[in-house]
């Protein structure tokens, strides 16, 4: 079988620019238009130094990546969700939080800061973790909190401020979410991104819709920023699994995914035929999650021959991550299960730009190399 050689992948290194792009007008039809090549209006790219974490500034887009290995990561300090705090300190007019589960003080008291301070700040949760300490500090600061009450997870991650921004991935927004387990934050300056996902909160908070009670009205389907198009979906809305499948079955190269959860068969099969055809096909995934799903994909990986590993990460190796061709990422809450595509909420970014990849090709290799 022909492959490209992973050692080349694993030896990936990215040169980073000074200064960032400023972002040009967005646009954004009501249906997505069919998948297109990377853009070469490609932005620069900032490092940005975090004690325990890595993250990169393009302008309109900042990336941020959890490093459980740092020694900072036991004093919970000097994590990712320190620029989220800032964000959410700056705050003038509304934070809407969607969190499967919180327990992170720093992001609880900016909360309570910004309510205080006449920010309008409203949250939806899984209603199963909404009695533990950190959200019930928030409701009795005032802050009003509306679970799902539904079989599925209220399963998303994300939050919207002054409609103008939206903070998407696949981190909880815990103490172990942030130092404990790997998993990433993206921070998205966009008015029209922060209109599908405040359309998504208030569907939840302000029409109790939750799980397959659904309506898919994504108002900006595909968002063009900078000259980079990213596909929204919303799931069970939308149909994700099809559109993964779609974009996968279009893999000329490589595939490097990090997958938390992974028991979907088409999904499995789809990097199967891939990896028949040629295509590189390599991954990681969660430790715990192998042995305890029931129809892990790990299995089948493993007896064709695939370079896909169990994690070294003492926590949960917690990313959702596939890297298409070293230039298409998808990225968000959505675990390639069942679940995730017919119970759950849940969202997901489709991202066409090469170097956004590298961004994420740098994390597989650090995720990959711990692996090994």
């Known amino acids: 079988m022909k492959k490209t050689s992973l050692s080349l992948i694993l030896l990936i290194s990215l040169t980073l620019a000074c200064g960032s792009s400023t972002p040009q007008a967005e646009v954004s039809p009501q249906t997505p238009p069919t998948p297109v090549p990377p853009t070469q209006a490609l932005p620069a790219l900032t490092k940005l130094d975090l004690p325990a974490g890595y993250g990169a500034d393009g302008g309109w887009f900042e990336i941020y990546f959890t490093n459980p290995q740092s020694s ?94 939206v903070w998407v991935g696949g981190m909880n927004y815990t103490d172990s979410g942030a130092y404990e387990d790997n998993n990433v934050m993206m921070r998205i300056r966009s008015v029209k991104m922060a209109e599908n996902y405040t359309t998504e909160f208030e569907e939840m908070f302000v029409d109790d819709l939750f799980g397959d009670n659904v309506r898919a009205e994504t108002p900006n389907p595909r968002v063009t920023m900078d000259g980079t198009p990213v596909d929204v979906y919303f799931s069970p809305d939308d149909g994700v699994r099809a559109i993964l499948l779609d974009v996968l079955a279009e893999a000329q190269e490589s595939i490097y995914f990090m997958a938390f959860s992974f028991t979907s068969d088409e999904l ?83 991202i066409y730009n090469e170097k956004i990849a590298s961004l994420f090709l740098e994390e597989f290799k650090r995720v990959y190399e711990q692996a090994k």
Do not use: C, W
């Open 72 to 165: 900072l990561a036991s004093q919970k300090t000097g994590g990712i969700d320190q620029p989220l705090v800032e964000a959410i300190d700056a705050a003038k007019l509304t934070v809407d939080v969607a969190a499967y589960s919180f327990s992170l003080n720093s992001i609880r008291n900016a909360l309570i800061r910004a309510h205080d301070r006449g920010v309008q700040v409203r949250m939806v949760m899984e209603s199963e973790n909404m009695e533990r300490a950190d959200p019930q500090r928030l409701k009795d600061a005032g802050i009003p909190i509306l679970g799902d009450r539904r079989e599925g997870l209220m399963h998303d991650k994300f939050v919207v401020i002054d409609g103008s921004e």
């Open 268 to 350: 499995g099969d789809v990097l199967l035929e891939r990896a028949e055809s040629g295509v590189t096909v390599a991954g990681v995934m969660d430790e715990d999650q192998v042995k305890s799903n029931q129809g892990t994909e790990y299995d089948a990986f493993q007896q064709a021959g695939l370079d896909v590993y169990i994690d070294g990460n003492p926590g949960q190796m917690h990313h959702k991550i596939m890297i298409v061709d070293e230039s298409i990422v998808i990225v968000g809450s959505y675990n390639f299960t069942n679940s995730a595509e017919t119970r759950n909420d849940e969202n997901l970014l489709v």
